[in-house]
């Protein structure tokens, strides 16, 4: 059974960083792309950011670039993201998910494995 769960989220100020960290179990997704979206109450989940197989490549929404950093460690199977400069509106909970396939994508549609979710919340 394939899991995908996400840790590290929590609560904190605006200015301060957390890094989430995504644990696969089940099977290796060492050569599949994996991302991060996100959810805020009342919307849908969007994109938050991508990377392939190897980590040599990595996409991000706008809204993130230059403040998040998505990485992964095949050999542990984990999937990363360090998050700087928080703001309030980056408050969300947080979704690790995973592709059967090799190709960087932004659609929700693309991703196969989903995991629970960490909620992350930051205060003015």
């Known amino acids: 059974q394939v899991q995908l769960v996400e840790s590290g989220g929590g609560m904190v100020q605006a200015g301060d960083s957390l890094r989430l960290s995504c644990a696969a179990s089940?099977?290796?997704?060492?050569?599949?792309?994996m991302g991060w979206f996100l959810q805020a109450p009342g919307k849908e989940r969007e994109f938050v950011a991508a990377?392939?197989?190897?980590?040599?490549?990595?996409i991000y929404a706008d809204s993130v670039k230059g403040r998040f950093t998505v990485s992964r460690e095949n050999a542990k199977n984990t999937l990363y993201l360090q998050m700087n400069s928080l703001k309030p509106e980056d408050t969300a909970v947080y979704y690790c998910?995973?592709?059967?396939?090799?190709?960087?994508?932004?659609?929700?549609?693309?991703?196969?494995?989903w995991g629970q979710g960490a909620q992350v919340t930051v205060s003015s």
């Open positions: 990377i392939s197989w190897s980590g040599g490549s990595t």
């Open positions: 089940g099977r290796s997704f060492g050569g599949n792309v």
């Open positions: 998910a995973a592709q059967r396939g090799p190709w960087l994508s932004r659609g929700r549609n693309d991703y196969d494995y």
